[in-house]
């Protein structure tokens, strides 16, 4: 069922020559191919958005010459975004048409060929520039430290309560309250 020279759209395939976002994605891929030497690029490419796609913004399935893309990409704010990953991942595509399959994935021929196009041969992203990012929750929790006076000892946790007491000092009368303190506090990565 799936066109090869088509730009499935949302479940829908559009023919080049679209307006819009498509029409983009099919204008760009053209540059691209222009660029490097493979003006029929474009026809040789399937691009599709995915809702799932949580930790990267774009993938490139080389032997079907596919790509997938972050539906964050649709975003007007994320428009030269858009346009870096594309081609980012069509010079995945590109590279392996030029050069064969032995060609590595970030190697020398790819960086070539996404600098040939403008873009920065990058291949991680702060996920702060990406508009519409929810960050993944963080891994590292915050830490908390809880110090009895009483008896020196402490223990750590990781949430801040003022309810909690040391057990040793407890059973033997004392208040067993503790002193806390955070200490990790791990930015988001
Ligand atoms: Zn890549
Ligand atoms: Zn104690």
């Given at each position: 069922m799936k066109k090869r020279d088509a730009i499935r759209w949302l479940g829908f395939t559009t023919a080049s020559g679209m307006s819009g976002l498509?029409?983009?994605?099919?204008?760009?891929?053209?540059?691209?191919?222009?660029?490097?030497?493979?003006?029929?690029l474009n026809t040789r490419l399937s691009v599709e958005f995915s809702?799932?796609?949580?930790?990267?913004?774009g993938t490139a399935r080389v032997r079907r010459s596919s790509i997938r893309l972050n539906q964050l990409?649709?975003?007007?704010?994320?428009?030269?975004?858009?346009?870096?990953?594309?081609?980012?991942e069509a010079a995945h595509v590109a590279a392996v048409l030029l050069h064969g399959h032995r060609v590595k994935p970030h190697g020398p021929q790819w960086r070539q060929l996404v600098?040939?196009?403008?873009?920065?041969?990058?291949?991680?992203?702060?996920?702060?520039?990406?508009?519409?990012?929810?960050?993944?929750p963080n891994r590292q929790r915050?830490?908390?430290?809880?110090?009895?006076?009483?008896?020196?000892?402490?223990?750590?946790?990781s949430v801040r309560a003022s309810h909690y007491r040391c057990a040793a000092c407890l059973s033997s009368g004392r208040s067993g309250k503790f002193i806390v303190s955070l200490v990790t506090e791990k930015a988001a990565a």
């Open positions: 498509p029409g983009r994605i099919v204008r760009a891929l053209k540059r691209f191919g222009a660029a490097w030497g493979l003006p029929d809702i799932r796609m949580r930790r990267s913004l990409l649709k975003k007007p704010e994320n428009r030269r975004l858009l346009q870096e990953t594309l081609c980012h600098a040939k196009a403008g873009f920065p041969a990058r291949t991680r992203i702060d996920p702060k520039v990406v508009g519409g990012h929810v960050p993944a915050k830490r908390y430290r809880y110090f009895c006076p009483a008896c020196n000892r402490s223990c750590y946790k």
